[in-house]
């Protein structure tokens, strides 16, 4: 498993100038229950619509999402489908639009009729002009193009052949692209795969690269196999071949294939899982991630947006939930920040779940510490742990201690069965937590006394109860520590 938080961290600290054609995406969603009166067709009963940044735009959206910054240059028309598109873009934090309008062509406009109850789309109905820009408009977007060069780390070209990449203005941009060091990712619609030489990695999807291939896509064999002579006819890197349920398969050059398959997930729409894919790989290799991290990262995105209704975006979040194992999560989603407790209190107790509490330092885990949280749990449905922080350790335990920092108890203490939530407290007593928390159960070691335990009074004017646990005799941290330091 490649460091997944390195590589994220990484990623936000890109800049990706996206190019490519823009379009509105409309969605119009509602029940189908009969067939019209006038003519064979099905009559959809419209509940609800959405508009969506769609096409090279939605690239833009994902990259952003992913909390990365997007400098996107593209196409629209001059009419109120441009206006739209245009206020839509400028309210997308982490995008910085240069938008040129054409006054000859429309704003490509996509709406489609999806029904609620199959999850299917009934019908699309497409405004556009999909013919090449014009050649006093292709000289607006190049110069609209050229100086943002220099301020990306990657160059990303979302081709949907509607008339921003022009074969002249790819062979411009790449060039430009190559001679100051920066790699350019292709997401293609053109079966003449020549117009995108140079370019540094192209992703088109099953059909696509059968169209290019004459159909060679039969067998991951096939796929290879002809991967290796498109990149030596274009003189690319690598080539990703996206397969929808069938996964991904990456072919570098003069390399095996790398094939992975896809994640499990519920398909509700495929709509733009290929701009989610280019706008993670992209910034998964400009921030120096190989083939392999970048690949998973893909393919990670990809099953996040197909789980989705409509043209969907994937963030950090989502991305990293499905990429980690299960267990990590798990026990990660369990340390709580103060801005969370009170959600998770609130769920708690709608649910009628009996919250208990018990807290320490935890330096160093033995089974005495087992022992009581294993029945602090017991005695309640929820169990939540306050853990002292280092500052808090250092003063109550001295300047030598903690032997472990606080994230490292947390994560330890999480991972525990028993434990159903860590919180952090810096003060020298959990006072004010079990004010906030209010827990129905106080849990400590028997080494205490009813009276010594801190918050006893809060607990019994709200009905609660203090439960003292027997302690395992012979063990404690700061036996084991001394036995460490003495080497005994």
């Known amino acids: 498993m490649f460091d997944f938080e390195a590589l994220s961290q990484a990623m936000i600290r890109q800049t990706v100038l996206c190019i490519g054609d823009v379009m509105l995406d409309e969605f119009v969603y509602g029940d189908v229950s009969r067939i019209s009166p006038e003519a064979p067709a099905p009559v959809i009963l419209a509940r609800r619509s959405e508009i969506n940044i769609g096409g090279a735009g939605n690239v833009a959206r994902n990259i ?3 909390g990365a910054t997007c400098i996107f240059i593209g196409l629209i028309g001059d009419d109120e489908a441009g206006n739209t598109l245009a206020t839509a873009i400028a309210q997308c934090n982490g995008i910085e639009a240069h938008l040129i309008r054409d006054a000859s062509r429309p704003t490509t406009r996509k709406m489609r009729f999806v029904s609620d109850h199959f999850s299917t789309h009934m019908l699309r109905a497409d405004w556009e002009d999909a013919v090449p820009a014009s050649t006093a408009i292709e000289r607006q977007l190049l110069e609209a193009i050229m100086p943002q060069i220099a301020r990306c780390d990657i160059v ?12 002249s203005l790819i062979r411009a941009v790449i060039a430009a692209a190559k001679a100051q060091a920066k790699r350019v990712i292709v997401d293609p619609k053109s079966a003449n795969v020549a117009i995108y030489r140079g ?3 192209l992703t088109p999807n099953r059909k696509e690269f059968a169209e290019a291939t004459r159909g060679r896509a039969g067998t991951q064999a096939e796929i290879a196999q002809a991967a290796q002579d498109i990149i030596a006819q274009i003189e690319c890197d690598a080539l990703l071949v996206t397969q929808s349920e069938d996964g991904m398969t990456l072919v570098p050059r003069g390399g095996p294939a790398i094939h992975v398959p896809a994640l499990p997930v519920k398909v509700r729409d495929v709509s733009g899982a290929g701009d989610t894919v280019a706008a993670a790989l992209a910034l998964a290799l400009a921030a120096h991630a190989d083939w392999d991290s970048a690949l998973r990262i893909a393919n990670a995105a990809a099953a996040v947006a197909v789980g989705k209704t409509g043209t969907a975006v994937v963030t950090q979040a989502e991305l990293r939930r499905a990429i980690l194992p299960h267990a990590f999560l798990a026990a990660e989603d369990k340390i709580a920040s103060p801005n969370n407790l009170a959600a998770r209190l609130a769920d708690w107790r709608q649910q009628g ?3 208990g509490f018990t807290n320490g330092c935890f330096d160093i885990l033995h089974p005495g510490h087992v022992k009581v949280l294993t029945a602090a749990r017991g005695a309640c449905d929820r169990l939540i742990v306050g853990l002292n922080s280092d500052e808090s350790v250092r003063r109550l335990k001295g300047d030598d201690r903690p032997v472990q920092d606080e994230r490292a108890r947390a994560e330890v203490l999480a991972a525990l069965e028993a434990v159903d939530l860590v919180v952090m407290f810096s003060e020298d007593t959990p006072l004010d937590l079990i004010r906030r928390i209010n827990p129905s159960v106080l849990v400590k070691g028997g080494d205490y006394t009813r009276e010594q335990v801190v918050g006893h009074e809060i607990i019994a004017a709200n009905g609660g109860e203090v439960l003292l646990i027997d302690i395992l ?16």
């Open 156 to 167: 990303l070209l979302s081709d949907y052949a509607k008339g921003v990449l022009t074969a």
């Open 64 to 66: 952003a999402s992913l």
């Open 473 to 488: 005799q012979g063990h404690s941290t700061t036996s084991l520590v001394q036995r460490a330091r003495s080497g005994a």
């Open 353 to 355: 779940l009996r919250v």
């Open 199 to 201: 370019a540094s990695l």
